[in-house]
Every structure is written in structure tokens, then in C-alpha cells.
């Protein structure tokens, strides 16, 4: 099951009493203060981890508590430390503080962490407060108190390419086409409930992250159909490739279709819109040989853009779809040079 979204209670550990106590030995006639101080508290560390992909875990435990510190002994011993509680997330995590919905961190690395709770520190013992005219102090301190804190983990994918498109444009046969990825495949809309990942492999060790998102349909950007849920997870992706179904006989045509998507990626956000776009021509088997070219110029022309910048290609077949992912790997080695330069200006 896919789960993008959780909501989660942290608790750091409490810091360890200091102690108050005096050195009591046979045959030592002065003794003095020797309370150890307080050991300090666990932290909670969110952890992202490649292999995690999904938030499930957390619909079956929502809350994480780190252990305390104990409190100082005699003979000047301190209180062991709390133990740290490790939460792994899947990488492509955002932290929000509940309440505020304060964005505090991106996990976008493997093996990146942030402490979300900090351990309390131990207490003082007496024998930290003793001095040349107090010299049998009974002062201690408490340990710092827990940090609690109820956070909102939202997950958004991590891939090179974003699939989108019409329900039944063909992309989850696309992404069976184009990697291993098995996603669910059949002739009605919204076969794809939740965000599929595929691995495309190009010669010369070359890979590619693909992801396949549930259809779009007007008004998904308001919250129709299934998109409104998942479209932010387009937003990490470097290129889109919109499938527009050529072989549609029922509904939308290739125009109204590839439209009506621009239309809800603009309304959900202009930074998305504005991410670069393949656009395929799918089951280009299922066209009319004489009528193809003819097709293609007519539907280039109607999106304002060339014929020879059209793709066209069949999931099904495999037609076209290796000449579509090298324009994918041109396209996102542009995007990642074009982030080198801008990381560089900054």
C-alpha cells in the first residue's frame, strides 16, 4: 500500500537527575560532596533511508519516544545516557511541525538525518557546587525536560521523469515498457491508485527514475479524480513526458487531451507547468499508415509546437520508446547542468 502522508508524535529522552551525596569510607576522616551528575537524554533522529517508499509504517505506530537519562550516582559517577531512538523515512521526505505547518527539513539524501527532538541534559551533582567556604553543598540540579513535539511527514517521490497524462493514455504500459516496474494494466480509466516507480536502463550504464502518476482529469487540481493527491510528486522531477493517447476514438481527442492536462498542471502550479515536456504520441500503432504524418502535423500545429518535437511511440509494441528516453536523458542532463550553474551563481 502506498502511503504518502503521516502524522506522527516525537519525544526525546529527559535528562538525569544530578546527585546529592557525601563520601562516607572507614578510616577517612573527611569526606565530602561526591554526587555525580545526571546522564543526558536520547535524542529522535529521522533517518532517510533508499529502501523505504512509501509511509506505511507509520499508520501502525505513531509515536517514537527516546530513552531518558539516568541519574548520577555516588563516588562522582554519572547517570548513563538515554538511548536515541532512529526513525527511518523513505528519502524525498518533508518534515512539517503540525501546528504550524513550518517546513523544518528536507530529507532528499540517503542516509541524511535530522534531530527533530533533543535530549535533555543531565542534571549537576552537589560535588559540581562545592568551593573553598562551602564545602558540603547539598545543591543539585534537575535534568532538562523532554522535547515533545507532533510532526507531519509528507512524501514526495524522487525521479528524473514524471509520466502524465489522460486515464488510459497508456503510461503504467509505458513504464512496463520502459523498466521492470509491474504496475496494474487494463482496458477501464484509474488502473494506477498510487504512484508507481520503474527504473529505465539506457546503454553506456545510463539509468533513468521513472514515475507513473494515477490519470489526471479536469478539475484534478481542485481535488477531482486522484491527481490533486499526487501531483506534488511531479514537482521533484526534472522533465515530464505527457502521453497523449493518438488512438483515441471515445472521449477527449489527442488535442482536448493533451489541453486539458497543461490546463490542471498550470492551475496546480506554474513551477510545474514550466518544467520541460516531452510529448508523446501513444499508441501510434493504432493510427491509419496513409493518415500518420498528416495526424501528427495537425496535432503539432494545434499545440503550437513542430512535428519533428512530437514523439511518437507505443507502449504496447515498444515502438519509439527507446528514442523516447534518450530525448528524456537529454533533456535531464540539461535540467541538472542548468542547477550546477544556478548552485554555483548562488
Known amino acids: 500500500m502506498f502511503i504518502d502522508r503521516a502524522d506522527i508524535l516525537v519525544r526525546s529522552g529527559k535528562g538525569g537527575d544530578g546527585r546529592c551525596s557525601f563520601r562516607r569510607e572507614k578510616f577517612v576522616p573527611k569526606g565530602g560532596p561526591d ?19 512509501t509511509l506505511l509504517p507509520f499508520a501502525h505506530r505513531r509515536r517514537f519516544v527516546a530513552g531518558d537519562g539516568e541519574a548520577g550516582g555516588a563516588s ?10 532512529v526513525v527511518a523515512v523513505p528519502v524525498g521526505c518533508l518534515i512539517h511541525e503540525a501546528e504550524s505547518d513550518r517546513l523544518i527539513a528536507d530529507l532528499c539524501r540517503p542516509g541524511q538525518e535530522l534531530v527533530v527532538a533533543r535530549g535533555g541534559a543531565g542534571g549537576l551533582g552537589n560535588d559540581r557546587f562545592k ?46 515498457a520502459v523498466s521492470r516496474a509491474t504496475p496494474k494494466v487494463a482496458d477501464y480509466p484509474f488502473t494506477t491508485l498510487s504512484p508507481q516507480l520503474g527504473i529505465a536502463e539506457l546503454p553506456g550504464e545510463r539509468r533513468l527514475v521513472v514515475a507513473d502518476i494515477p490519470g489526471l482529469i479536469e478539475g484534478a487540481a481542485e481535488g477531482a479524480g486522484l491527481g490533486h493527491d499526487f501531483l506534488r510528486h511531479l514537482e521533484r522531477t526534472s522533465v515530464l513526458i505527457h502521453l497523449v493517447d493518438a488512438g483515441s476514438v471515445e472521449g477527449q481527442g489527442p488535442i ?9 498542471l498550470e492551475a496546480f502550479a506554474p513551477t510545474l507547468a514550466s518544467k520541460p515536456e516531452i510529448v ?22 494545434a499545440i503550437g509546437t513542430s512535428p519533428d518535437r512530437i514523439r511518437c511511440v507505443s507502449g504496447a509494441t515498444g515502438f519509439g520508446t527507446r528514442e523516447l528516453l534518450e530525448s528524456a536523458w537529454s533533456a535531464v542532463a540539461e535540467n541538472r547542468e542548468a542547477a550546477v550553474i544556478d548552485d554555483q551563481g548562488d
Open 280 to 301: 508523446a504520441l501513444n499508441k501510434f500503432d493504432l493510427l491509419d499508415d496513409a493518415e500518420r504524418d498528416a495526424q501528427v502535423s495537425a496535432f503539432a500545429a
Open 256 to 264: 482536448e487531451a493533451y489541453r486539458t492536462i497543461r490546463r490542471e
Open 131 to 176: 568551593t573553598s567556604v562551602q564545602q558540603a553543598p547539598t545543591r543539585t540540579t534537575p535534568g532538562e525536560a523532554a522535547q515533545e513535539l507532533r510532526l507531519r511527514l509528507e512524501l514526495k517521490l524522487l525521479a528524473d521523469v514524471g509520466l502524465v497524462g489522460l486515464p488510459n493514455a497508456g503510461k503504467s504500459t509505458m513504464l512496463r
Open 76 to 85: 562522582n559517577r554519572q547517570g548513563a545516557d538515554g538511548e536515541s531512538t
Open 35 to 53: 554526587g555525580g551528575d545526571g546522564g543526558r537524554g536520547g535524542d529522535v533522529i529521522l533517518r532517510a533511508d533508499p529502501h523505504l517508499d
